[in-house]
């Protein structure tokens, strides 16, 4: 009986490096051991695959990722093949690690790969291919890149075969354009996310429907929604858009739920601009609710009573989120010229289903107080410098109000003389000493 032959071989594993503070992933580095295969030669090195098996990934069944090496049942194929069959699997960036071996029965060979999966996987999100349906982009890019699911690392080569795909895919509709990854992420957050974009081809949006829409009326959603009129359609823009601006309309009237869906591009054939599109985003209302109460909490040198006359809200009316937020941002001018830079206010809602109440916890962070350091004067003779400064009411040491310097610039303004002028203030702020200085710069018209 013929024993059976076993060969190994190994493709490298990937390195990792950090840009932006969001894990990226070369490409595997490919590093094959070779190995003495004399007794391949009594076959002249050629073998029929008699089957091939994956083994290792939690992700993709073995069936999905055997299919993914190119190799299949009946092939004629020599080592070169089976290194690029590992080859195209570390290529797709899937998989950190890709090794394989192979056992021989006379002509015919079994091949097993072992993987690793790679870490992380972000969703993939398609922000203007307008032409084709959710459905027909998946199935379109599965075609072409094998082991597609909506998810991919962020390093690799399955990035750049999803754009090739993508690219082939506007081929076919007439579309002469490229298709490019880019990374989402909050500011300084990390990625989340790829979304993929048609680059180059004009989409103006010429129409916003909403539908599910019963509570508000609509032709207020679609005002909400002008500054979208005309602009490229961007799936992930105006999804956002929608759920920070249009959203207004319903959190002024207390639906606290309201949420918009994904939009849904239509092309305008009519439309004497090529690609021209209206769209058509779902709305899913929610409840109203109303004030139960508003509470506060927090370090606050302004007593709570004090803070609670800038509050324009009535127990038992429906919630004005929107006004309750822009109640903060007006407290947070009590704050600020006492020296509270830092300060910051927060209405935290919490919600009763049930009962469909909200009761408001005002959360306030004062933080620390500034003084002001220097006033510092330039451009001046020295006569007219201390005379300046004896203008201003705010001392070295006095807390430090920023508002207070464009009523100083107004008195100044009155003593310069004639075709002299003051430039911006630059302030520098001191954390380690919870100081701020102050400088300005007075020179002729025209001057620097």
């Given amino acids: 009986m013929m024993m059976p032959n076993l060969q190994n071989r190994i493709i490298g594993t990937r390195e990792a490096l950090r840009v932006n503070a969001a894990l990226w992933l070369q490409p595997a580095l490919l590093v094959i051991l070779l190995i003495p295969g004399a007794l391949l030669a009594q076959n002249g090195g050629t073998f029929r695959v008699l089957g091939v098996s994956v083994a290792g990934s939690k992700r993709y069944a073995a069936a999905e990722a055997a299919q993914a090496t190119g190799l299949k049942l009946g092939d004629t194929i020599t080592t070169k093949s089976l290194d690029e069959a590992a080859s195209r699997l570390a290529s797709l960036g899937v998989f950190a690690a890709v090794n394989y071996h192979y056992e021989t029965r006379g002509d015919s060979m079994m091949v097993i790969f072992t993987v690793q999966d790679a870490s992380p996987f972000l969703p993939c999100s398609f922000g203007n291919f307008i032409w084709f349906s959710p459905q027909e982009l998946k199935e379109g890019i599965l075609t072409r890149v094998p082991l597609f699911d909506g998810y991919a690392?962020?390093?690799?080569?399955?990035?750049?075969?999803?754009?090739?795909?993508?690219?082939?895919?506007?081929?076919?509709?007439?579309?002469?354009?490229?298709?490019?990854?880019?990374?989402?992420?909050?500011?300084?957050?990390?990625?989340?996310?790829?979304?993929?974009?048609?680059?180059?081809?004009?989409?103006?949006?010429?129409?916003?429907?909403?539908?599910?829409?019963?509570?508000?009326?609509?032709?207020?959603?679609?005002?909400?929604?002008?500054?979208?009129?005309?602009?490229?359609?961007?799936?992930?823009?105006?999804?956002?858009?929608?759920?920070?601006?249009?959203?207004?309309?319903?959190?002024?009237?207390?639906?606290?739920?309201?949420?918009?869906?994904?939009?849904?591009?239509?092309?305008?054939?009519?439309?004497?601009?090529?690609?021209?599109?209206?769209?058509?985003?779902?709305?899913?209302?929610?409840?109203?609710?109303?004030?139960?109460?508003?509470?506060?909490?927090?370090?606050?040198?302004?007593?709570?009573?004090?803070?609670?006359?800038?509050?324009?809200?009535?127990?038992?009316?429906?919630?004005?989120?929107?006004?309750?937020?822009?109640?903060?941002?007006?407290?947070?001018?009590?704050?600020?010229?006492?020296?509270?830079?830092?300060?910051?206010?927060?209405?935290?809602?919490?919600?009763?289903?049930?009962?469909?109440?909200?009761?408001?916890?005002?959360?306030?962070?004062?933080?620390?107080?500034?003084?002001?350091?220097?006033?510092?004067?330039?451009?001046?003779?020295?006569?007219?410098?201390?005379?300046?400064?004896?203008?201003?009411?705010?001392?070295?040491?006095?807390?430090?109000?920023?508002y207070y310097w464009s009523i100083y610039l107004q008195e100044v303004a009155r003593k310069l003389p004639a075709g002299w002028t003051v430039g911006n203030p630059v302030q520098t702020i001191h954390p380690e000493t919870k100081t701020v200085d102050i400088r300005f710069n007075f020179h002729p018209t025209g001057s620097k």
């Fill in 153 to 402: 690392p962020p390093g690799g080569g399955m990035l750049d075969l999803i754009s090739a795909a993508l690219s082939a895919m506007l081929e076919t509709r007439g579309i002469h354009a490229e298709a490019q990854a880019t990374p989402l992420a909050q500011a300084g957050g990390p990625v989340q996310g790829i979304q993929f974009q048609v680059m180059g081809v004009s989409m103006p949006v010429r129409k916003i429907e909403f539908t599910g829409v019963q509570k508000v009326d609509v032709a207020q959603l679609q005002q909400a929604a002008t500054p979208l009129i005309n602009k490229d359609y961007d799936a992930s823009f105006i999804h956002d858009f929608s759920r920070q601006g249009v959203a207004a309309v319903y959190r002024q009237r207390g639906y606290l739920r309201a949420d918009f869906g994904e939009p849904v591009p239509h092309l305008l054939t009519a439309d004497p601009a090529a690609n021209a599109v209206s769209v058509t985003i779902p709305v899913t209302e929610g409840d109203q609710y109303r004030l139960k109460e508003i509470t506060w909490s927090g370090d606050s040198a302004i007593p709570y009573p004090q803070l609670a006359k800038t509050v324009h809200a009535a127990v038992g009316a429906p919630v004005d989120a929107e006004q309750l937020q822009q109640d903060a941002l007006a407290l947070l001018l009590l704050f600020h010229p006492m020296g509270y830079l830092d300060a910051d206010v927060n209405p935290k809602p919490i919600l009763d289903d049930a009962s469909h109440l909200a009761a408001y916890e005002i959360q306030v962070r004062q933080g620390d107080q500034f003084r002001l350091g220097k006033l510092e004067l330039t451009g001046l003779d020295d006569a007219r410098t201390q005379s300046f400064q004896q203008l201003s009411h705010l001392r070295p040491g006095d807390p430090y109000n920023a």
